[in-house]
Each structure stands twice: as C-alpha cells, then as structure tokens.
C-alpha cells in the first residue's frame, strides 16, 4: 500500500523568503504521479504542481518548484518569494494509474507579513 | 480549465433525512469522479471512486447503503447521504480525473469547491 508522509505539520516563513515542505513516499510501483494540492481558508483544493515519476526533470510552476529523488521517495516543495496569499494547508499526494489518490497529514504554512 | 463545481455548497438539514450533493466537471469529461471527507484540521479521507456508469467502489469502513454514489454522465455524479445523523456532520469533497494514466494531465484530480453539511 502506498502511504505519504508530510513531517511538518506548521511551518511559518518571512514574506519575500524561501520555505521547503518535506513529503515522502512509500510505494513498489515504477510509473505514478506526485502532486501538491493547496488548501486556504476557503478550503477549495488547487493544484500547484504535478511530477511525473519517469521525468527526471524536477517540475517548476512560476515561484514553485519541487525536488523529486525517486531513490530516496522523497518530493519536497520548495516556495519562493513567499507571500501572504500563499498561507494554506499543504497536501502532497500520491496517484498510480488513477487509482485513488493518496494524501499526507498536511502542512499548515503560515507566511508572516 | 478542468473546472469542477459542487452543488449545495453548504447544506444544513434535520437527523433522518436525505441530501444529495451534486458534482459536476464544467469543461472536461471526467472518467472518474472520487468523494473525500474532510474533518477539521485534518487530511482527505477517500470514500469511494466512481467510474462513469459502474457501480462506486467504496473504501473499507465507509457504508454503502448509507452513501449512495451514482455517475450516470461523464460530467456529473452524485452522492446522497441517506438518513443523516449528526455524525455524518462533515465537509465533503469532490474530485475528478479525465482518464487513466493518460500523459496529458490524465492522473491529475481536481477538485470542488466541497460542501458543508450539518446535521441538526
């Protein structure tokens, strides 16, 4: 079974700095797909990025960014230039061939004005 | 895109009756329809997978009877809580993914807005 560990359940950053969320992962599978969901207040849940795991290349959306070490079943996320809009929950997740998606504990970030 | 709306957006209604919650992909078809719970403070909790004119598959733990699932188009399916009690008090979520393994966003899930129910 795969199950999706998130270690950090608040984290906080200065507006204008850099954060890291931790995510890892266990599964047998070869081929699956990575995400990080967004949750804020008003508890719709948004995409931010999406990894594939036979792309070797770590995905970028504008100020966000991941790093994937398929060996390690590690796939953090690294927010730049934080702002306040980007206080949330933060939910990675786990998905093979559309089979139901597998969700960490969260994140609770806050970005500090 | 990839659009997917929720409708009643929150609900309150007496213990005993029924309420149904509709999810609706706006400008996609979607294969596959999920249905999560969401406690305060905590994770998604999946609750069954519906494939568009297959009968939902449930998690282990989740009553089906008490849960009705149906997905009768690619854009719509429902879920019905039946009988309600203050228990099934909760904030519920949809999801939809246009296909299996499909390398063009296939696997992604995206989600509603959710709906707050509340039973009195």
């Known amino acids: 079974a795969q199950t999706v560990t998130q270690s950090q359940p608040e984290m906080s950053v200065q507006e204008a700095e850099t954060v890291t969320l931790s995510c890892t992962y266990d599964?047998?599978?070869?081929?699956?797909?990575l995400f990080w969901y967004k949750q804020p207040p008003s508890r719709q849940m948004i995409l931010v990025i999406r990894?594939?795991?036979?792309?070797?290349q770590n995905a970028t959306e504008n100020r966000f960014s991941v790093n994937f070490q398929k060996a390690a079943k590690s796939f953090s996320l690294k927010i730049s230039d934080s702002q306040l809009g980007d206080t949330a929950m933060y939910f990675c997740?786990?998905?093979?061939?559309?089979?139901?998606?597998?969700f960490g504990a969260g994140t609770r970030l806050t970005v500090k004005p | 895109g990839a659009v997917v709306s929720q409708h009643p957006s929150w609900v309150i209604c007496k213990s005993g009756t029924s309420v149904k919650i509709e999810c609706r992909s706006l400008?996609?078809?979607?294969?596959?329809m999920f249905w999560y719970r969401q406690f305060p403070k905590q994770s998604l909790m999946l609750m069954a997978t519906s494939n568009e004119g297959s009968k939902a598959t449930y998690e282990q733990g989740v009553e089906k009877d008490k849960f009705l699932i149906n997905h009768a188009s690619l854009t719509l399916s429902t879920l019905t809580v039946t009988s309600a009690h203050p228990e099934d008090s909760s904030f519920y979520i949809c999801?939809?993914?246009?296909?299996?393994?499909?390398?063009?966003?296939?696997?992604?899930?995206?989600f509603g807005p959710g709906t707050r129910l509340t039973v009195l």
């Open positions: 999801s939809a993914s246009s296909g299996a393994g499909a390398r063009n966003q296939g696997d992604t899930q995206y």
């Open positions: 599964t047998s599978e070869n081929n699956y797909y």
């Open positions: 997740a786990f998905s093979h061939n559309n089979n139901d998606m597998r």
């Open positions: 400008d996609f078809q979607a294969t596959t």
């Open positions: 990894q594939e795991a036979y792309k070797q």
